[in-house]
Each structure stands twice: as C-alpha cells, then as structure tokens.
C-alpha cells in the first residue's frame, strides 16, 4: 500500500462491521452524512466487512471508477482487535492491487481517537442526555 498520497479526488471510506439487523447500520448512515457535510471535496462510502452490503472491494471498485486516486479507509472499529489488525490490512491491499494507481492508505481504529474516547466518556458520564437516532432510518 502506498504512504503518499497523489493529487486528485480522495474517496474516503468508513469501514464497519455489518450485521443482520438493518437498524443496526443507522448510526452508521449518520457518520457517512456527517462526513460528506466536513469533506464536500471527497467522496465517502460506507462499507461492511460481512452480513451488509457493499463489502470493502465493492466500495473501493466504485470509488476508483470515480475518478479517486487515494482510497482512505477508516475502520469505524472501537479498537484495534482481529478484524482491525489481521483482515482489514489484507483486504486494503487486495483492494490495492485492483487499483495500481489508486493510493490505499488504512487508518487506526476510529475508536482509539482522542475524539471519539473523550465523546464516549462524555456520553457514559451522562447517559441520559443521549439522543435516540431515527427510528425509521434503514439502509438504502
């Protein structure tokens, strides 16, 4: 996978598990929207690594038929365990060699961001504060 990335659009995409239940991908839809209103110059998909569609090859074939020459692929994981560390880096560079020239690059886990632990900490230390999300959002 290559470290520098080349000029020209960057698609990014936000890599998460998948499971059975439909419901279960709502907040996920809702970082996707948040992230296409803080990067209107990148292109963003959401991808699962099972159980929900489009997977990560699907994801990264549709960017680079967009016109994307860097591929960053966000695991929108809690923290680094065996997906994040062993099938994830396999599957970027898989998705690399589809794509000679399109520049792959993995991030950490969204999870082990100072962020995104500062806001979980905030959302445990007042839970009822919480905002449910829409109830009637599914995947498209």
């Given at each position: 996978?290559?470290?520098?990335?080349?000029?020209?659009?960057?698609?990014i995409v936000l890599f998460a598990h998948g499971a059975r239940d439909p419901n279960w991908a709502r907040p996920f839809l809702e970082i996707a929207e948040r992230t296409r209103a803080l990067r209107p110059d990148a292109e963003v998909r959401l991808a699962f690594l099972e159980l929900m569609a489009p997977d990560l090859t699907a994801a990264g074939d549709e960017l680079a038929q967009a016109g994307c020459t860097a591929l960053i692929i966000v695991p929108l994981f809690l923290g680094a365990?065996?997906?994040?560390?062993?099938?994830?880096?396999?599957?970027?560079?898989?998705?690399?060699?589809r794509h000679p020239g399109v520049a792959v690059e993995v991030t950490s886990?969204?999870?082990?961001?100072?962020?995104?632990?500062?806001?979980?900490?905030?959302?445990?230390?007042?839970?009822?504060?919480?905002?449910?999300?829409?109830?009637?959002?599914t995947l498209p």
């Open positions: 996978m290559n470290e520098t990335l080349p000029a020209g659009r960057t698609g365990g065996g997906h994040v560390r062993r099938d994830l880096p396999a599957l970027a560079s898989a998705l690399a060699e886990a969204v999870g082990e961001h100072p962020i995104v632990i500062a806001a979980l900490a905030e959302a445990a230390a007042n839970p009822r504060r919480a905002t449910p999300i829409n109830p009637e959002r």
